[in-house]
């Protein structure tokens, strides 16, 4: 696995700072856009409430994919600019993978929906994934420091 010989407790730092980005800037934009763009666009097919247990095994599986993908061979070369991209990457083809699936099966799931979703998806995870890189990278040095 990428970055398993790395110390465990830099990956948990990785895992909680790129958790509390992603959480943070996911709420703040499906509060926001998600209420204005993707509500109008998709109201058919929306439940009227939220089901918060699969949404928490998503982020919960989510981080952790970033982390082995992205954030774990940045750490051990490359800093945050890798991670970044890399969780950018990751983001992206997670994302392109759920809108056009969404696409190709659902009767109703519009272009511009998908390709901001995309967009987003890419832009978040690669920031989520810069945030854990660099505490991971904070947290290694803190504790050379000791």
Known sequence: MPGSDLPLARLIVAY?????????LDGVWLSTVGRAFFRPS???????????????VFYVLYVGGVVIFAIGP?????????????GALFGFFCYATYDLTNMATLKLWPLK???????????VTGAAAAAGAG???GAGAAQRAF
């Open 135 to 137: 505490a991971a990278a």
């Open 113 to 123: 929906v998908a390709l901001l979703d995309v967009a987003w998806g890419a832009l």
């Open 42 to 56: 998709l109201e058919p097919l929306l439940a009227d409430r939220l089901n918060w247990a699969p949404a928490i």
């Open 16 to 24: 909680g700072a790129a958790a509390v980005v992603l959480a943070a």
């Open 74 to 86: 940045a750490l051990k070369g490359g800093g945050w600019a890798q991670a970044a991209l890399m």
